[in-house]
């Protein structure tokens, strides 16, 4: 593999042969209209690119694995459900990809120190280094599922319904506003899962299995998380009264709602996760499975393009 690079550049940047798999509609409509500031970015960075927009998720797997067929850099545009799509198959296929924000969290981007300006975006694709970051998996009754943040259910199941419902221009604040619209009718669940082969029962809000740590457009739901310590973090929230909860959510933004006695984290790399009523599983914002589910960790997985250094960026 020759990590799709074409040769050096007159400054010394690396130029890369590129494939943009663009979500037109990620974001409202973001990405598309920043599709023009950005092919012209990488072109003008001499980079060899194609630019293909997607018409559905599937298409984006089509797509993706042409492109490392072709020995290009997958660069994947959008919100984070099409990042963790082109995942999956980078990592099928022993290819190499990028991400550029896109859409209405970036949270991937958050996590991983890509900068949420384009134009510094898209300069990390000639000075950037190849990592290699950990894959997560959900398997369920529908098949197997990739995601680079966070698989939840409970609360955060209902929260991703909300947003996902929602039409409007909100932008960020969509999961805020959703989540303290979930509130109201919330009632406690009975969450069962195993951790590594240990029992774990809950009864409350929401049972997270972190990869990244960070969802919702900044949340740092499991603030010690890394996509490169072969495990995963599993967040969960007992059943408190509605008000402290609320209270308790802008403290997720600063990672600090671990210290309150109702949430509590552990590490494992394979979580069985089962409730006493239907919750669709979400990651990166996508609906991916149905409980009951397995969700596991694939070590150093996926190979991608990020800041060139020598340990895990801190969510912004």
Request: proline share 7%; charged share 20%; glycine share 12%.
């Amino acid at each position: 593999m020759s990590h799709c690079t074409s040769g050096p550049g007159p400054k010394g940047e690396r130029l890369r042969r590129l494939q943009l798999v663009v979500n037109p509609s990620a974001g409202g409509g973001r990405a598309g209209a920043q599709l023009p500031a950005t092919e012209a970015s990488l072109r003008s960075a001499g980079h060899d690119l194609v630019v293909t927009p997607t018409r559905s998720l599937e298409h984006a797997d089509e797509l993706t694995a042409a492109a490392v067929a072709d020995d290009r850099i997958v660069v994947a545009m959008g919100g984070d459900g099409i990042v963790g799509r082109v995942a999956g198959i980078v990592a099928a296929t022993g290819g190499v990809m990028a991400a550029l924000p896109g859409g209405r969290g970036n949270d991937f981007c958050r996590a991983a120190g890509i900068p949420a300006d384009l134009d510094q975006a898209c300069a990390l694709l000639s000075g950037g280094q190849v990592r290699a970051l950990d894959l997560g998996i959900v398997t369920s009754a529908t098949g197997e599922a990739p995601f680079l943040g966070i698989a939840s259910i409970g609360f955060d199941s209902e929260v991703q319904e909300r947003v996902l419902r929602s039409r409007l221009p909100l932008g960020q604040l969509v999961y805020l506003v959703s989540s303290f619209a979930a509130i109201a009718g919330w009632r406690p669940a009975q969450f069962s899962c195993i951790v590594d082969g240990a029992p774990l029962e809950v009864r409350g809000w929401a049972v997270a299995v972190a990869n990244s740590g960070v969802y919702g457009s900044g949340m740092r739901l499991a603030p010690d998380a890394s996509m490169e310590d072969g495990s995963l973090d599993v967040v969960s929230t007992a059943a408190t009264g509605r008000l402290r909860f609320a209270r308790s959510l802008p403290k997720v933004f600063r990672g600090t709602h671990v210290e309150d006695p109702s949430v509590t984290v552990q590490r494992g790399r394979i979580v069985e996760l089962a409730a006493d009523r239907p919750f669709r599983v979400f990651a990166d914002g996508d609906p991916v499975g149905t409980l009951p589910c397995t969700v596991t960790v694939r070590p150093g997985a996926v190979r991608v393009v990020l800041p060139d250094i020598t340990t895990p960026p801190s969510p912004r």
